[in-house]
Every structure is written in C-alpha cells, then in structure tokens.
C-alpha cells in the first residue's frame, strides 16, 4: 500500500486538534476517556447552540454525570473548557483537586452559589501549562484550608505567575478550595492564553470553526472518501489516528471497517506502525503510557544509613535501619496517589512488612515556587549483597563494600525522574553536573561496629531512574583472632610438644595429638559456619586444614617412633621425635606465612608478609641445619650401615652370577 504525505499530514492535524483540547494532553491518549464521536469537541449537539441545551434538556442517556459529580442536569458546562460532566478523564486534576462541584456563573441555576465562599484576592504562585493547572497563594484561604487554591489553565488565560487577581472561591466535593471567575487587580477579565483562539474556548472568542470542527458539527470538513482522498485505501497516519480512543475525526463506521480489512489484507505493518508513533514501555499487553511526560517531575531521594544491627558472611548481607527521605512536588500526586511507594531500595530483602512510611511534611520549594511534599521511608531489616562481588579470599584480613540499589519502580520512570539530594551536616558533594544537579555526595559514618570500622556513606547516580549507595567497612580481624586462632595455635604446639614426652608413655603422646586434631576439627568447622560454603577457600580455612593435616603427619611420627623404639633402634628414635617436635613446628609456620602473602590481603602490607616469609623460611632451613648438625655421628654411623648393607647385596649378586 503507498502512503501519500497529503493523508500523512491530515491524520496529523487531526491527532493535534485533539491533543490540544482543553482537558491536559496526557490523557489525549487513555482509552475510554474523552466525550463519544457525536460531541468531539465536549459541544453540545447541532441545534442547542454553543451554550448547551436549553434547561430541563441534559446530554444524552448514558452519557450524564455520575450522581454527585458536576452541574445538574440541564445547565450546559462551566466556562473555559472543564470537561463536561461525564466525559472528563479522571485523575485531571492533582488530587485531592478535581471539577469543580457546582457551576460557574453564567451557567448554573438562577441564585445558585455552587459553594463559593465569596470573592478573594490573591497572586498567581504557579501554572503548569503541560499539566494544565496552577495554584493560587491567598493568605486567607490558606489560614482556612491549609492549602493554596487549585486554578485550571482556561481560568488563568494570559496571567503571568506572580501577578495579583482576584477570584471567587468554591470548593469541590471533597471541600478543597478551586478558583473560578478570575479577574485581574483592576478589574478586567484575563485574555486568551498564548494560543490564541485555538487554547481559549469557543465560547470566549475562540476559533468557532476549528471547534466545530472537532466536535462533528456546523462548518466541519466534509469527510474524506474510505479511499484515504487520494483512491488509496487507509494510510498509516489514519489508521494511527483511528486507533485512538476517539477514532478518526472525520471518518465514517465504513471508513473504519476499511482501515480493519487492510490490516487484515496485509497491507499493513501493524508493529511498526506502533513504534512509529509511540514510545515502547515496559507494559502489559494493550497499555501504554503517555510519551509527553518523559520522565520530566522529578523526585529529589536523600537516603541515609541509621542503624547497624548485624553483619552476615554467610547470608552475604547486612542488617540495620536505612532512612529514604523522598521529596516531590504536588505536581507528581497527578499521576500516582503516593508517589513515595514509586522509590524503592531494591536489594532490601526483609519484605514489605519492614518498610514504614512516615507521615507527609509539606514544605516550601522556593526554585519552583510551589509546595512541595516530603515522606520519611525506613527500611529496617537485611540488605542482600548477593548481586555484587563480595571475595572472601583474604578473611579476616579483608575489606568490604556494602551496596544499597535505590530505583524507580517501573513504569514510573515514564514520568518520573530521580534526583540526589546531597544535604546534612556531615555530607559533601563529590561531583555535580554542569546543570547544578548532585551526581555523587557522602555521608560521613566514622563508626566501629559488627566487626567492621565504616567509613563513608556515598551514592552515585547512575541514571535518571537509579542510585547506588556504598559504605566500605574495614574488618576488626583482632576479635577474629582472639576467638579462633589463638585456641588453635595453642591446640598445635600441644600436637608438636607430645613429641617430648618419652617414648615409653605411649598412650600421652597419642591421646595429647587427637586431642589437638579433633579441637582444630571443631574451630574449623565453627568457623566454616560463618563463610559461604561456594566460596573459594578463605586463608582462616586454610590455615585449619593445614593444621590438621600436621597434626595427622604428627600421628605418623608416633607410629615411627614406637617402631624404632621396638627394634632398640634408639638413636634414631631420638632423631625422628626432634625432626617432628622441631623441623615440622618450623615447615608449618613457612608453609601458613606463605600462603598469607600469596593471597595478597589488603589489609598485609606486601612487604612485612615477604618478611615474615622470609623469616620464617630461614628458621626452618637453620632448624633443619642444626638437627643434622648435632646429631651427626649418628647420621654417618646410618650412612654406614646403608652402606654396608648394600656392598652386601652387591656381593650376593656375584656369587649368584658365578
């Protein structure tokens, strides 16, 4: 199928006559919202004229107010383009705001005062032209309601923020204060607003024809032909156009039955259609969010880690309190009616029965110039670090870096966007982009607790959507050590001393070594309780298991010694119990230092452990050295035997052969 720029352009025109109706664009787009075909541009039907029907004449069945909600039956709508009772979206208005509750003048019942509480004066304090409201600052209104009062865009006309009005006050069904008939300090009605004719109603010297137009009324375009005008069938820009919730403007029920078929001919791309014309999310099937929003309300995030409460190697997380102080506009109310739950800490693993949100603080945003609301989040419970490199290689000579992910719950990010707030006496900013807006701040915590002396409490933005915190904690490895390795190496040098007892008390010797073997068996196996068990083999383990090993060589030594005793091989029983009480001592504490410096620990310097690697090979060299040294007579009086005993074998080996 070809497509002509021509229909591309009119589908077009058509989408922004109806983005720019006077209800806020973001719900242009919502399905099921927005007035039925026969009342396009929220006008009344042919023939009553442009100030609705005459009295006792409501809108057609079905499409009345709900009870309770808008003018009464029979009084056209309130001037400068509310929707009209019933085909309003919901949520136009930032709650707790919405229509107004009675009619304006002009259009209500003779004598009707709709719950206006007369007139006041005051200076317009913001407008939002995306959104399509603004507040109003009256000191009087606000000593009564404890907020400012809510303005819709048509009111406001061509008023510049700050400049002084006067306004009757009314109050919707949920008693919040609402403006309506605003005139300027001298007098005189606002103007229309920058739009001109095209953003003021039709009923305020707006453009008649363009919303005839829209409505289906006098002065309409005569509707193009199913062959798209041009004897094509259905262009892509009118099918997008039909597809939305109002359908093609100018399109008949066969002109749309056409559109249907040529999808289901073909001649269509249905899916790059959609992408053509609007921004992918994140959704169920059939939902899409508006794409003018684009992540542009911001919400300031100021975390801050309170309380430790405990510190698991095992379970590879952290316990304690985290406070998320989040900071919005009322702008954001617009979109989700708490938009504190839209921030989340996302490795926060104790559910949702441990996360609190405090009570609304309303406070001043003088940049914006608007009410802004603060919520205190406390997550109180275990952080998982399951997502992030967490090495116990070096344990308990280790560093660790705790991470805290916060983020905006999808899909908010649509029209949400984080913000860091870098404030309290102890923070810094580390870096801020060229705008103003903090990329990086830290907290200063200064803290020993759990085990571990923490630092700084800092947070990096990574996105518009994401955060991520860190606090890096040095491990007290003295407590460690104090707990399990100085019960260990006690346990050893009972191991290695039983070689000083005397070859006749056998049972001592022996009972002494299991003893230290099944003692270093328990510390290891207490201290494996506190380590992942995937993990590669901490230097603690290693240091047990080369221990037991030793003390299981031990066990051999007594099985050799005892032998060498039987055969009243004296002296070289004497040999064996120095080499293992001595020479092992010596090759077992190389073995553990050495290890130490290959594992490279951040909390070793390099050099002392080469040092002490060092040091404790050359004892063990020396140790080796002076054993032989000192009993050399009987080493060469062994060297002899051997000797003998094979010239021996040799001369059998010849009479055999003579």
């Not at 739009?195 to 039709?202: F, I, L, M, S």
Request: with cysteine.
């Amino acid at each position: 199928m070809q497509i002509d720029a021509k229909s591309v352009a009119r589908a077009e025109e058509a989408r922004h006559h109806r983005a720019e109706d006077d209800y806020p664009p973001e719900y242009d787009r919502q399905s099921g919202y927005g007035p039925p075909p026969a009342y396009g541009g929220y006008g009344p039907p042919p023939g009553y004229g442009s100030y609705g029907p005459p009295p006792g004449y409501g809108p057609p069945p079905g499409y009345g107010p709900p009870p309770g909600y808008g003018p009464p039956p029979g009084y056209g709508p309130p001037p400068y383009g509310y929707p009209p009772p019933g085909y309003g979206p919901p949520g136009a208005y930032p709650p707790p705001y919405g229509p107004p509750s009675g009619p304006s003048p002009g259009y209500g019942p003779p004598g009707g005062s709709g719950g206006a509480s007369g007139r006041q004066t005051g200076t317009l304090k913001s407008f939002n032209p995306k959104h399509g409201f603004g507040f109003i600052d009256c000191p009087q209104v606000r000593h009564r309601f404890s907020r400012d009062v809510f303005v819709h865009k048509a009111q406001i006309g061509d008023l510049e923020v700050g400049e002084e009005l006067s306004f009757i006050l009314d109050t919707n069904k949920d008693g919040m204060p609402q403006a309506r008939d605003i005139r300027r300090s001298d007098g005189s009605k606002p103007g229309p607003g920058k739009k001109g004719g095209e953003d003021a109603p039709a009923a305020n010297g707006g453009d008649q024809a363009a919303k005839k137009r829209r409505r289906g009324g006098k002065g309409k375009k005569k509707p193009e032909d199913a062959t798209g005008g041009d004897g094509k069938a259905c262009s892509h820009a009118q099918l997008l156009a039909f597809m939305e919730p109002q359908g093609l403007d100018h399109g008949s029920y066969a002109f749309r039955l056409l559109c249907l078929l040529s999808v289901a001919a073909g001649d269509l791309n249905v899916e790059s259609l959609l992408s053509s014309g609007r921004r992918a999310q994140s959704l169920p099937e059939g939902f899409e969010i508006n794409e003018t929003l684009n992540g542009s309300i911001p919400i300031t995030v100021i975390p801050s880690w309170d309380i430790f409460l405990g510190f698991s190697d095992r379970q590879k997380s952290i316990s304690g309190r985290m406070s998320v102080n989040v900071v919005f506009t009322e702008e954001a109310e617009a979109l989700v009616e708490r938009p504190e739950q839209m921030v989340d800490v996302v490795n926060f693993g104790s559910g949702s029965g441990d996360i609190n949100s405090l009570g609304k603080v309303k406070l001043w945003d003088p940049v914006a110039a608007q009410t802004a609301l603060s919520v205190n989040k406390i997550y109180a419970g275990e952080f998982s670090q399951s997502l992030y490199p967490y090495d116990l290689a070096c344990y308990p000579f280790d560093i660790k870096i705790m991470r805290f992910k916060i983020a905006l719950q999808a899909p908010s990010s649509a029209f949400y966007r984080l913000a860091l707030g870098c404030v309290g006496e102890d923070s810094t900013k580390l870096r801020v982009d060229p705008t103003g807006a903090v990329q990086e701040c830290t907290w200063l915590v200064n803290k020993s607790l759990v085990n571990f002396k923490w630092e700084n409490f800092t947070c990096t933005m990574e996105n518009s959507a994401t955060m991520l915190c860190a606090m890096k904690g040095t491990r007290e490895w003295a407590a460690l050590l104090k707990t399990y390795m100085w019960p260990s190496v006690i346990y050893g040098l009972m191991g290695f001393n039983a070689f000083a007892l005397g070859v006749k008390l056998t049972m001592p010797r022996v009972a002494t070594t299991m003893l230290a073997l099944l003692s270093l068996t328990n510390l290891r196996n207490q201290v494996i309780g506190l380590l992942p068990v995937s993990q590669t083999t901490s230097w603690m383990e290693e240091y047990f298991l080369i221990a037991i090993s030793f003390m299981f060589l031990n066990l051999l030594g007594h099985a050799a010694s005892f032998h060498l005793d039987a055969t009243e091989r004296h002296h070289t029983q004497k040999i064996v119990n120095k080499f293992n009480l001595w020479g092992m001592l010596s090759i077992f504490i190389c073995i553990v230092v050495g290890r130490l410096h290959v594992r490279q620990c951040p909390l070793m310097d390099p050099g002392v452990t080469v040092l002490m690697t060092v040091v404790a090979a050359v004892v063990t060299v020396s140790i080796l050295l002076f054993l032989f040294w000192y009993h050399r007579a009987a080493f060469r009086e062994v060297g002899r035997k051997i000797t003998e005993q094979v010239e021996s074998l040799a001369h059998l080996k010849d009479d055999d052969r003579v």
